[in-house]
């Protein structure tokens, strides 16, 4: 199984819908972030998260909510999905102490979520 | 602010050659971490390489390398005697002091010719 899990792995949806991406981690990491790619952008970071009690905005958090529910679980929420949200979303966890100053990241498999 | 740019939107390689993929950084935090990862077609993201802003060497794991300027600031991957399997979408990233807010350039598709 893998070490960072991410439900569903593919939703289609529609405008003015609420969703939900759910992701749950066994590496016993305490920070965990929410990234969107899209063509020709990258990845941006929507949300992270240091422990249960520390959510932080990162670049592109409007439209999005997110829940740490636990250290191993961290949603992302959408309350009104619009179609410019059609991307493909990535968990992803870090523990800082494997680098000297950074972490490297363990990522999920992806969510692709497309909203019509 | 800090950047990370990659220009080359797509690369071709014959197989068993080596290939450069560039990567530019803007950061004034004096220390920080560079990442390569890669993404094949089926879209999982695969950690490759790091490099840390005071390492003296350049990092090295198999046939990937990172050909750290830091008077450029910039970060080139290497990859040698590529293969069928390195065809993928290639980012670039950036950690900042203490590892978290990562931020990545938009990426250099490989494609590798047999």
């Known amino acids: 199984d893998a070490d960072v899990t991410q439900t569903p792995r593919n939703r289609i949806t529609k405008t003015g819908k609420r969703i939900m991406l759910e992701c749950s981690q066994t590496?016993?990491?305490?920070?965990m972030y929410w990234y969107r790619q899209d063509p020709g952008l990258g990845l941006r970071l929507i949300y992270y998260s240091f422990d249960v009690k520390d959510i932080n905005k990162g670049e592109i958090s409007d439209g999005y909510s997110v829940s740490r529910q636990a250290q191993a679980k961290f949603s992302l929420s959408l309350e009104s999905a619009i179609p410019n949200q059609t991307a493909l979303y990535f968990c992803a966890t870090s523990d800082p102490s494997l680098g000297a100053a950074t972490g490297e990241l363990f990522f999920g498999e992806g969510s692709r979520l497309t909203v019509l | 602010a800090q950047k990370i740019t990659q220009t080359q939107p797509g690369m071709f390689v014959q197989e068993k050659e080596a290939v450069t993929l560039d990567c530019t950084y803007d950061?004034?935090?004096?220390?920080?971490?560079l990442f390569w990862y890669k993404q094949p077609s089926s879209g999982e993201m695969i950690f490759l390489i790091y490099?840390?802003?005071?390492?003296?060497q350049n990092a090295t794991e198999g046939r990937y390398s990172l050909n750290f300027q830091k008077a450029r600031k910039s970060a080139n991957l290497v990859i040698s005697a590529s293969q069928l399997g390195d065809s993928a979408m290639y980012f670039c990233?950036?950690?900042?002091?203490?590892?978290?807010?990562?931020?990545f350039g938009a990426g250099t598709r490989l494609f590798v010719k047999a």
């Open positions: 990233a950036m950690a900042n002091t203490g590892g978290f807010k990562t931020i």
């Open positions: 590496k016993g990491h305490d920070r």
């Open positions: 490099q840390g802003s005071y390492d003296q």
């Open positions: 950061t004034s935090d004096p220390s920080y971490g």
